[in-house]
């Protein structure tokens, strides 16, 4: 099935023209009945009328396969399909006829990609474990060099922020062998999907934050639609100002470039007088500081009602957070601020960026390594345990 709204309203605009897309798979494992009341949930909320949902909807189309492996639900198999073959395993390489499931999941992110590549946003895979407490995600592996190590544990980390059922503790991101050829890695690997996850849900319960023990009704995996598409939603607007940011700066390099051409080609202009600055040997250098302060001054100007897309360019700036000098806010536009806080139950989290994210779970992951070296591993289940998925 496929959901989606309607386009944007004026002023609120993406920084996209085109919609990105979220694709999700349930119950491939035809046992793992509680990845289908995650699914359950999902649908019923991003169907709702609740705020985030409408936004979701008008800046994403949802793909949703939620019975990968009917035949294997009807046979009352627990884990393989019709052929006998697990079919989470059988994506790098799968037959069309002996997994006809599979390949046309396939050939659907194939079509995605084609018309517009790098629109995927997510990949999301439900499944159950019979081993693990909690709900928890299975994500790609890299190394802590790369940005992406950081960039795929953000979706995660926002969803462990919202609930005690969601665990960021019990995430893993690495790819062993034997999950080469699951759904999640092979959407990562080859449609270049970097969100791609597996996202199970214990078959027994989760720790609460005094480490009781509350065994899963399926109110609790329903709540997980809720929790799952505010998670998304932060990430996008996070995902759209790191766009709209990198956007910029490659526009401010040309601009630099094309004053830099610019001013010997005039001969008697020199750069300072381009810069509007005083006039010093290091001409280039003045050229980019004028230009970085060009953003918020053009900003200051936006009286005429502020927008949301003018208030996350405002306070998403690059040169507010790279420049040393501060930048006041405006009072007109704080209680647009607040209402933006309250309308997306964000309370104070609104504006933060991928950077700042990275931050948070490179502590988190410090945390729990100290814990782990300390001998304070907390999880007795956690130890040695194999990873379903
Ligand atoms: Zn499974």
């Not at 491939?28 to 699914?39: A, I, L």
């Not at 499931?101 to 474990?129: G, T, W, Y």
């Not at 104070?348 to 931050?359: D, Y």
Request: charged share 30%; proline share 5%; aromatic share 8%.
């Amino acid at each position: 099935m496929q959901i989606e709204g309607p386009e944007h309203e004026e002023g609120c605009q993406p920084e996209y023209t085109r919609k990105k897309e979220v694709v999700l798979t349930g119950r491939v494992h035809p046992g793992e009945t509680c990845g289908s009341f995650m699914m359950e949930g999902f649908i019923k909320f991003i169907t709702s009328q609740k705020l985030v949902a409408v936004e979701l909807r008008k800046r994403c189309v949802f793909k949703i396969i939620p019975f990968t492996n009917p035949d294997g639900v009807i046979a009352g198999n627990y884990r393989v399909a019709f052929s006998g073959n697990d079919l989470n395993r059988q994506y790098a390489n799968p037959h069309p006829k002996l997994h006809p499931e599979v390949f046309s999941v396939k050939r659907l992110m194939a079509d995605s990609r084609q018309q517009c590549p790098d629109n995927i946003l997510a990949f999301i895979d439900m499944h159950a474990h019979s081993r693990k407490k909690n709900v928890f995600m299975y994500g790609p592996e890299f190394p802590i060099h790369d940005p992406r190590y950081f960039l795929a544990r953000v979706i995660p980390k926002l969803l462990s922020e919202r609930s005690d059922i969601f665990r960021f503790y019990s995430c893993r991101f690495r790819v062993t062998k034997s999950k080469a050829t699951t759904a999640r890695v092979v959407m990562q690997r080859e449609y270049g999907v970097l969100n791609s996850y597996t996202l199970e849900a214990s078959f027994h319960g989760f720790f609460t934050e005094d480490r009781e023990t509350i065994e899963f009704m399926p109110s609790h995996l329903y709540s997980l639609g809720e929790i799952l598409s505010q998670g998304l939603f932060e990430n996008l607007l996070m995902t759209e100002d790191h766009e709209r940011q990198t956007r910029e700066r490659k526009e401010r390099q040309k601009r630099l470039a094309a004053a830099k051409q610019a001013g010997p080609a005039k001969g008697e202009e020199s750069p300072s007088k381009v810069a509007g600055g005083t006039k010093t040997p290091d001409g280039r250098r003045q050229v980019k500081k004028a230009m970085i302060f060009d953003g918020p001054n053009k900003l200051a100007g936006h009286e005429d009602g502020v927008s949301e897309a003018s208030y996350h360019e405002y306070i998403t700036s690059p040169t507010m957070q790279t420049e040393s000098q501060p930048v006041q806010l405006n009072t007109e536009s704080q209680p647009v601020r607040q209402s933006l806080m309250d309308r997306f139950n964000l309370q104070g989290r609104q504006g933060r960026t991928l950077a700042m994210m990275s931050t948070e779970i490179h502590t988190e992951e410090l945390k729990i390594q100290h814990q782990k070296n300390e001998g304070k591993t907390i999880d007795e289940e956690d130890v040695g345990s194999s990873d379903d998925q």
